[in-house]
């Protein structure tokens, strides 16, 4: 029998399909699927659409979950390119895929290329939003992670003092983003050689880690396994 033509539902299909295998952690799975979409997305309506960029996007973070640094960041890349020319660069998507472009070179060492990135959302997003939005609360975790590599400690506490502020504005301090600001916090004062406000604020990750998810979770654990070790 020979086979249908492709249309947007079976890219829609594809898509959704992508998204659930992705947000349940079978990354392949979710790979090969937005990798479907877009094929399909490509055929129908040609490759400089935003539907194309969010696919590459979408492809990206999967690849940024299995921690593959390089094929992630050439999907994002290619999300930027596609929005860069459709809206400009000073762009809340644009902005959203910068931050994930940070948190890739981050892992990958390379934190004057984050910074670049990180810096240039966080202005695009401040200009967008003003103070307070997740995304905003993202990027100064990330470059807060970006000037600890650096071993630009005072730099890094200011950053992720900010941090806070937005989470306290948007969460009342109680999120999964603020134990991420703690525990880098106190990996900072920790490499600054302070283990006393190391210790204040990995404590601090552990009590909202315990308010967040209870004692028995595996992040509440795994805290309480690092304040023993301190």
């Given amino acids: 029998s020979k086979e249908k ?24 799975d979710a790979v090969e699927s937005f990798q479907k979409a877009l094929d ?26 299995m921690g593959k640094s390089k094929e992630a960041l050439e999907n994002f890349q290619k ?16 902005a959203a895929i910068y931050n994930n472009m940070g948190y890739v070179l981050n892992s990958m060492g390379q934190y004057d290329e984050a910074l670049k990135y990180l810096n240039s959302s966080l202005r695009n997003l401040m200009s967008h ?9 993202k990027a100064y975790n990330y470059i807060g992670q970006a000037l600890l590599g650096k071993q630009e400690f005072d730099k890094a506490i200011d ?6 502020k937005v989470s306290e504005a948007l969460f009342q301090g109680k999120h999964p983003s603020v134990i991420d600001s703690y525990l880098i916090m106190s990996d900072t004062y920790k ?23 209870g004692k028995d979770h595996e992040m509440t654990k795994f805290i309480s396994q690092l304040l023993r070790d301190m």
Wanted: proline share 2%; aromatic share 8%.
């Fill in 129 to 137: 939003y003003g103070k307070n939005h997740f995304e905003i609360l």
């Fill in 191 to 213: 490499r600054k050689g302070d283990n006393k406000l190391s210790y204040e604020n990995m404590k601090k990750a552990y009590e909202i880690s315990i308010s967040l998810y």
């Fill in 5 to 28: 033509e492709p249309t947007l539902d079976m890219c829609k299909a594809y898509t959704s399909m992508g998204m659930i295998f992705h947000n349940r952690g079978h990354l392949l």
């Fill in 40 to 65: 399909i997305m490509i055929k129908v309506k040609g490759d400089k659409n935003q539907s194309v960029s969010t696919l590459y996007d979408s492809l990206g973070q999967s690849y940024m979950a």
């Fill in 159 to 164: 950053t992720l003092e900010n941090s806070l």
């Fill in 79 to 94: 999300a930027v390119n596609i929005d860069k020319n459709l809206v400009g660069e000073n762009n809340p998507k644009v």
